[in-house]
């Protein structure tokens, strides 16, 4: 599931928003639900967030977990939106009547659209009314907004598995694992700075991430820049195994979640369960609580709050690392 706070002006520029709200494009068979929340004293539908699925998983199962994370988020609406090619036209609008039904239990459903595509210019219907709007998603005002907030805008969901995915292994350097509180600080800089790690920071950083509480301080990357921490935690990730690819993995999804892009975060926590099972690493328990978060439609400021409970005091206590945090940085 995706947050992210817009304001609903049209169907057309909702739609075309889907792209950028979920950070790909969802491929045919597909179904995508925008969760609304109305706000007080205006009166103006916000989105609270944004979830997909594939449209074999929008049942009843599939409406239990869209319902729970709406409970949670004090969501009132929803708009349903099935993506299909024009020859499977027909079961997907019957797929999504019978979804929109199952939602319709627990918050009224604004609207149901039916899209062929979402990869470029074209028309989508409304199933209720049969009105048509065109929808262009390569002008979307969302997408501008998100391509100038640094996130990209992916081809596909397995366009995002390809970041986290095994890159040329770095051995971590064990030296360091005695004194982290250096690499930490030197990872900070390289966020604020917003570069890459090179080889020799990485391989200091496989070294340390592993032990719990080099781990949970690591979270304070996030005050340094969260795109920019994300890139490094991803690239630790990419370049370390076992557990260590695992850690940097679970920060890179936390992070994404941070920044209000579900796609990224559960795309992060799956190649986490991959590399434990592969590597026969001790499944993580703050992988469990994080993935239940984002299932949960946690918004980013609450999981944020929760990833930063350590203070700069005790983690430099916990790892001798002064990580004060940058407030000009997110």
């Not at 706070?5 to 950028?20: E, F, Q, S, V």
């Not at 390569?138 to 397995?158: C, D, F, L, P």
């Not at 966020?191 to 080099?214: F, G, K, M, N, S």
């Amino acid at each position: 599931m995706t947050q992210d706070r817009i304001t609903i002006r049209t169907a057309a520029d909702l739609l075309a928003g889907i792209p950028a709200l979920l950070g790909y494009v969802p491929a045919a068979g597909s179904a995508v639900v925008f969760a609304l929340r109305t706000e007080a004293g205006t009166g103006r539908a916000t989105v609270a967030f944004t979830a997909r699925m594939d449209l074999g998983e929008a049942d009843t199962a599939g409406a239990a977990t869209i319902t729970d994370a709406a409970t949670r988020n004090d969501v009132d609406g929803v708009i349903v939106v099935v993506v299909a090619d024009e020859a499977d036209m027909h079961d997907a609008i019957t797929t999504g009547k019978d979804f929109a039904d199952l939602l319709d239990q627990h918050a009224a459903v604004a609207g149901l659209f039916y899209v062929p595509t979402l990869a470029a210019p074209t028309t989508a219907l409304s199933v209720r009314t049969l009105e048509t709007h065109p929808v262009d998603p390569t002008a979307s005002r969302v997408a501008v907004e998100q391509i100038a907030r640094g996130q990209r805008i992916e081809r596909s969901r397995a366009d995002i598995a390809r970041r986290f995915a095994r890159a040329d292994h770095i051995p971590a350097d064990d030296t360091a694992a005695t004194n982290p509180g250096p690499v930490l600080e030197e990872l900070a800089a390289v966020v604020y700075a917003d570069e890459l790690p090179d080889a020799r920071l990485i391989a200091r950083t496989a070294a340390i991430i592993t032990a719990v509480p080099v781990r949970d301080a690591m979270f304070r990357l996030a005050t340094y820049g969260t795109t920019a921490a994300l890139e490094v935690a991803t690239a630790v990730a990419t370049h370390s195994r076992g557990q260590a690819r695992v850690n940097a993995l679970i920060l890179a999804g936390w992070l994404a979640h941070c920044s209000g892009n579900g796609a990224v975060t559960q795309i992060a926590y799956d190649a986490a369960d991959a590399e434990t099972v592969a590597t026969g690493t001790a499944r993580s328990h703050l992988l469990d609580l994080l993935r239940r978060a984002i299932d949960a439609g946690m918004t980013p400021t609450d999981v944020r709050s929760v990833g930063l409970a350590l203070d700069p005091d005790t983690i430099r206590a916990l790892t001798g690392a002064h990580l004060p945090g940058a407030p000009d940085r997110d």
